[in-house]
């Protein structure tokens, strides 16, 4: 035995000299291109998360310094693309189908144009959405372009954003090493601004109806990229008949949803994946996305209510009219909960 497997060593290690002699014949001149340097990987963090259920809706670093060559890889911990382009992609469009304008899954931000581990080269290019089973995951690009500034952003996350700037082959740059602290920096800079936020916003939440209005802070604004996940009152005491108010703060990063326990997400979809005939698949937005309860609607005893995507800005009420406990939950956001008791 032992001998097709020493000849493969054989021809293997051959092959080796033969490509390290071509590279040494090949580096004329003594200038130190950027093909004969180790590259390097850089991981850049998409997202993170921080104590009091806060999520950081950003890159860090926002700012990243390679050489042509190096890899960037992105450790992607929650539902982001990153995506190299000039203009804003909205994640939901509207498509007419069958005849019928139906909003559905921006196949610009849902689906990758690159593979993973690929060359970048410039212009367009999408990693596509992770699946949503599996959230976590890795995606790099090796960074094959001129020096410049190469910008990319997260679609699902408006104002999500980085940039690299791949520099001149000579110029030093932070190593991979320092440039995991700046992240980790990055991050905790943001996140400990939400936790501050949302004692403040805990700390002066109302305690009962208002002109028969109960207001909940859903995701405290004014926390920059970090998004507090959380309600500012979790418990909402109202009276039968009164009503309750989910409002986003304009200048929160997050959209959330209101949905009733128990929350069944098989009938509930956010995504719905359709055959196109001849075309790419199309991904329709799900009552997921667009809620079954409209905004304003009446809740009896016993009954259910979704709301739909709501946009920082944007608010959803119900008015209760049965006593009773409805424990809710905003289902993209694990751990952001409340309930309401009405008396
Ligand atoms: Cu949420």
């Known amino acids: 035995m032992h001998k097709s ?17 071509a590279g040494i014949l090949g580096n004329r001149g003594n200038r130190v291109m950027a093909q004969d340097r180790a590259h390097n990987t850089y991981m850049v963090q998409a997202g993170g998360f921080g104590e009091a259920n ?16 190096d890899t960037v890889m992105w450790h992607v911990t929650s539902f982001h693309n990153m995506r190299f382009g000039e203009q804003d992609e909205p994640f939901i469009i509207v498509q007419e189908i069958n005849g019928a304008p139906t909003p559905i899954g921006n196949p610009k931000v849902v689906f990758p144009t690159l593979a993973n581990g690929a060359a970048y080269t410039g212009g ?3 990693s596509g959405l992770p699946d949503v089973s599996d959230l976590k995951f890795h995606f790099s690009l090796v960074m094959d372009v001129e020096p410049g500034l190469y910008s990319y952003r997260c679609d699902v996350h408006p104002g999500m954003a980085g940039i690299i700037e791949v520099v001149a082959d000579d110029e030093v740059i932070p190593s991979p090493g320092e440039v995991a602290l700046m992240a980790e920096t990055e991050l905790d800079d943001q996140i400990d601004q939400a936790i501050g936020a949302y004692f403040g916003a805990a700390a002066t939440a109302p305690t009962q109806a208002v002109d028969g209005v109960f207001t909940v802070i859903t995701g405290v604004g004014g926390t920059g990229r970090a998004s507090s996940l959380t309600f500012n009152s979790p418990l909402a005491m109202i009276k ?15 959209a959330h949803f209101i949905n ?4 069944d997400p098989v009938a509930l979809p956010d995504l ?15 009552p997921g996305f667009l809620g079954t309860t409209a905004d304003g609607a009446t809740v009896a005893a016993g009954e259910g209510f979704n709301s739909r995507f709501l946009n920082p800005g944007e608010s959803f009420s119900l008015t209760f009219k049965d006593p009773g406990v409805y424990a809710y ?7 952001m909960g409340g309930v309401v008791v009405v008396q």
């Open 329 to 335: 939950i905003c289902h993209v956001h694990p751990g």
């Open 260 to 263: 009733s326990l128990p929350y």
């Open 124 to 126: 367009e290019a999408n």
């Open 240 to 254: 039968a008949g009164e009503t309750v108010r989910w409002e986003v703060p304009a200048d929160s990063p997050s």
């Open 272 to 286: 719905i994946p359709q055959e196109n005939a001849g075309g790419p698949p199309t991904l329709l937005a799900g």
């Open 5 to 21: 497997r020493l000849i493969k060593v054989g021809v293997i290690a051959a092959l080796m000299i033969a490509v390290f002699a």
């Open 54 to 69: 806060v999520e950081v809706l950003a890159f860090a670093p926002a700012y990243l310094k390679v050489h042509r060559g």
